[in-house]
């Protein structure tokens, strides 16, 4: 894309937000207003009159004695985000855009390149904003504030803010968001396998992605032109313009539903759900790469999309574009949760010609039944709620529920020194049953390859 090109589009969303969407804008300066005494109202008004002339500090005492009087006041709490936000170097909304717009000669933006200093000075400062923006947010959710300015009011600006702490989390592994996100004429997704290379960053950065996902599903065409601007290559050559904002509410689902997951799950089994496409047995059940990233349980050990494959193998039904007919089962068209729409099918890529995933042995286009379901049609499998692939029909997990069942499997999964072993593959086989029945004592050997003592 051309540097004009991205500089229209910047443009068009500076413009639009300097005129102040929603009438709520944090970026945009207030009117100015005649003050009284003694309560919310007056001592907010007196804020916003030191607003308008920069004294940020008088301001912010004006907007905290407001809700000491009042917590529920929304415009006070408003007017605190604002003096913050305008005290901090740098967070204003072309400067933050223009990052995500801007390239070097490697392709690399402006997150990318901005030097340490700049990127921690910026990540500060939109920390501080968020103290009091998300104890704002939380109050507006729960109905405890007066409802003269809602999230959905500010949810533009909030995207921006949340949006551009997350491709600051992700400069440290070199990473840009737009490699994050993956697109074909049916919807936008997460690039799950890129996800592997965050480490450490990853919970931290979900949990930003996710707070902007909050505020894209709030006010989703507005949102849907901020993410065309951080996200400019890699999603709008394929989506066009009317079905932009509903595919984007279907990426905030899908990233809420990652950081749920990521922020619930114990520490150390953190790589069983997010190491994907690895080719190796995450969970401890003897299967390889077993799962599809689809919100069921495909194996039938009572876990949802545990140790999954490269999202490449996953072909979604055909463009569910056909709002009609959504609207007409009673789905609202900009509601539509994208990231259940079904999955058709699975493809077998290359990199798993040479993995057998049930370790049975036979491979990948030789093995069907590792990439079939049981149930071939999306809607009858939502109608029987069985999502099993035909090579889990057999299986077995033992145990009395699913604590004993995980149990077992982390026992095994971390059982990791082939020169002390400590579970025989008899005994493995016993307390899991999985994909361990198909071993044999060559292949168990074989597990333990590639892995580091524990």
């Not at 008004?45 to 917590?71: M, P």
């Not at 959504?326 to 789905?331: C, L, R, S, T, Y």
């Amino acid at each position: 894309m051309s540097k004009k090109t991205h500089g229209k589009w910047l443009w068009s969303i500076v413009i639009a937000l300097s005129a102040g969407f929603a009438g709520c804008n944090l970026f945009h300066p207030t009117d100015s207003h005649d003050a009284d005494n003694g309560d919310p109202e007056a001592l907010t008004l007196d804020g916003y009159l030191e607003f308008q002339k920069s004294n940020y500090d008088a301001a912010r005492k004006f907007f905290n004695r407001a809700l000491d009087a009042d917590s529920g006041y929304s415009e006070a709490w408003i007017g605190l985000a604002k003096c913050v936000l305008n005290s901090q170097e740098g967070l204003n909304v072309f400067e933050l855009m223009s990052y995500a717009q801007t390239s070097d000669e490697n392709g690399k933006n402006g997150f990318l390149n901005m030097d340490d200093s700049k990127a921690r000075t910026i990540s500060q400062g939109i920390d501080s904003v968020m103290l009091y923006l998300n104890k704002f947010v939380a109050r507006d959710t729960l109905g405890k504030t007066d409802k003269k300015v809602r999230f959905s009011d500010i949810a533009d600006s909030y995207t921006i803010l949340q949006l551009t702490k997350a491709a600051l989390r992700i400069r440290n592994v070199q990473t840009e968001i737009n490699s994050i996100i993956a697109s074909n004429n049916s919807s936008m997704q997460v690039n799950l396998n890129s996800l592997n290379d965050l480490g450490d960053s990853l919970r931290p950065f979900l949990q930003d992605m996710a707070s902007a996902a909050e505020a894209i599903k709030t006010s989703p065409e507005s949102a849907a032109e901020i993410i065309k601007a951080y996200l400019p290559d890699s999603t709008r050559q394929e989506l066009g313009d009317d079905f932009y904002a509903d595919a984007t509410v279907g990426l905030a689902n899908t990233v809420i539903q990652l950081n749920d997951r990521a922020q619930t799950i114990d520490d150390d089994r953190t790589d069983v759900f997010f190491n994907f496409g690895n080719v190796i047995d995450d969970d401890g059940d003897g299967c390889v790469d077993e799962e599809i990233v689809d919100n069921y349980d495909n194996d039938g050990d009572g876990e949802i999309d545990e140790d999954a494959r490269d999202y490449r193998v996953v072909v979604l039904v055909k463009n569910p574009t056909n709002w009609d007919e959504i609207i007409a089962e009673g789905k609202d068209a900009k509601t539509y949760d994208l990231t259940k729409a079904q999955v058709d099918s699975l493809n077998i890529i290359e990199k798993y010609e040479t993995i057998d995933i049930d370790m049975n042995g036979k491979m990948a286009s030789k093995d069907k039944n590792e990439w079939k379901y049981v149930i071939r049609d999306p809607d009858e499998r939502d109608d029987k709620k069985n999502h099993r692939l035909k090579f889990a029909i057999d299986l077995k997990f033992p145990g009395k529920n699913l604590n004993d069942k995980i149990k077992n499997k982390e026992l095994i999964r971390h059982d990791t020194d082939v020169n002390n072993i400590k579970y025989s593959l008899k005994k493995r086989k016993e307390m899991v049953g999985g994909c361990w029945v198909n071993y044999d004592e060559k292949e168990f050997l074989k597990w333990f390859e590639g892995r580091n003592a524990k």
